[in-house]
Protein backbone atom coordinates (compact mmCIF):
# COMPACT_ATOMS: atom_id res chain seq x y z
CA UNK A 1 0.00 0.00 0.00
CA UNK A 2 2.81 2.22 0.69
CA UNK A 3 4.44 1.80 -3.02
CA UNK A 4 1.50 2.44 -4.60
CA UNK A 5 1.19 5.75 -2.40
CA UNK A 6 4.66 6.66 -3.06
CA UNK A 7 4.15 5.80 -6.78
CA UNK A 8 1.11 8.16 -7.05
CA UNK A 9 2.85 10.61 -5.25
CA UNK A 10 5.86 10.89 -7.56
CA UNK A 11 3.35 10.44 -10.66
CA UNK A 12 1.70 13.89 -9.47
CA UNK A 13 5.13 15.44 -8.70
CA UNK A 14 6.60 15.03 -12.19
CA UNK A 15 3.37 15.60 -14.02
CA UNK A 16 3.43 18.93 -12.10
CA UNK A 17 6.60 19.91 -13.63
CA UNK A 18 5.53 19.20 -17.31
CA UNK A 19 5.26 22.46 -19.93
CA UNK A 20 1.68 22.59 -21.48
CA UNK A 21 2.24 22.87 -25.46
CA UNK A 22 1.59 25.82 -27.01
CA UNK A 23 -2.11 26.01 -27.86
CA UNK A 24 -4.19 26.67 -30.99
CA UNK A 25 -3.19 25.95 -34.55
CA UNK A 26 -0.61 28.34 -36.03
CA UNK A 27 -0.53 29.55 -38.92
CA UNK A 28 2.74 27.96 -40.71
CA UNK A 29 2.21 25.03 -38.70
CA UNK A 30 3.19 21.45 -39.96
CA UNK A 31 0.70 19.63 -41.23
CA UNK A 32 -0.05 16.08 -42.48
CA UNK A 33 2.59 16.13 -44.91
CA UNK A 34 5.32 17.13 -42.94
CA UNK A 35 4.21 14.90 -40.14
CA UNK A 36 4.56 11.88 -42.97
CA UNK A 37 8.15 13.33 -43.77
CA UNK A 38 8.98 13.35 -39.99
CA UNK A 39 7.84 10.05 -39.48
CA UNK A 40 9.80 8.74 -42.42
CA UNK A 41 12.99 10.07 -41.76
CA UNK A 42 12.56 9.45 -37.69
CA UNK A 43 15.55 6.91 -37.12
CA UNK A 44 17.72 9.51 -39.07
CA UNK A 45 16.83 12.38 -37.29
CA UNK A 46 17.59 10.26 -34.46
CA UNK A 47 20.86 8.89 -35.20
CA UNK A 48 21.34 13.52 -36.07
CA UNK A 49 20.17 14.64 -32.98
CA UNK A 50 23.23 13.00 -31.27
CA UNK A 51 25.26 15.07 -33.26
CA UNK A 52 23.24 18.43 -34.23
CA UNK A 53 20.39 20.34 -32.18
CA UNK A 54 17.46 18.49 -34.84
CA UNK A 55 14.03 18.10 -33.30
CA UNK A 56 12.54 14.46 -33.66
CA UNK A 57 8.96 15.84 -33.42
CA UNK A 58 8.10 19.25 -34.78
CA UNK A 59 6.82 21.81 -32.24
CA UNK A 60 3.93 23.50 -33.00
CA UNK A 61 2.29 21.63 -35.49
CA UNK A 62 -1.23 21.52 -36.60
CA UNK A 63 -2.64 18.61 -34.05
CA UNK A 64 -3.78 15.74 -35.34
CA UNK A 65 -3.39 15.58 -39.19
CA UNK A 66 0.46 15.82 -38.24
CA UNK A 67 -0.08 13.24 -35.62
CA UNK A 68 -1.80 10.82 -38.24
CA UNK A 69 1.01 12.06 -40.60
CA UNK A 70 3.89 11.09 -38.40
CA UNK A 71 2.55 7.47 -37.19
CA UNK A 72 1.89 6.85 -40.88
CA UNK A 73 5.55 7.55 -41.71
CA UNK A 74 6.68 5.56 -39.00
CA UNK A 75 4.70 2.30 -39.85
CA UNK A 76 5.72 2.71 -43.37
CA UNK A 77 9.40 3.34 -43.03
CA UNK A 78 9.25 0.59 -39.83
CA UNK A 79 7.28 -2.07 -41.84
CA UNK A 80 3.93 -1.51 -39.14
CA UNK A 81 2.86 -4.97 -38.02
CA UNK A 82 3.40 -6.22 -41.67
CA UNK A 83 7.26 -7.04 -40.74
CA UNK A 84 5.98 -9.52 -38.52
CA UNK A 85 3.44 -10.83 -40.10
CA UNK A 86 5.71 -12.17 -43.04
CA UNK A 87 7.77 -14.04 -41.07
Do not use: K
Amino acid sequence: MRIALAVIVLMLVLAGCAEPAPGGVQPGAPGFLYGLAHGFLLLFTFIASFFADVAVYATPNNGWPYDLGFLIGVMVFFGGSAGSARR
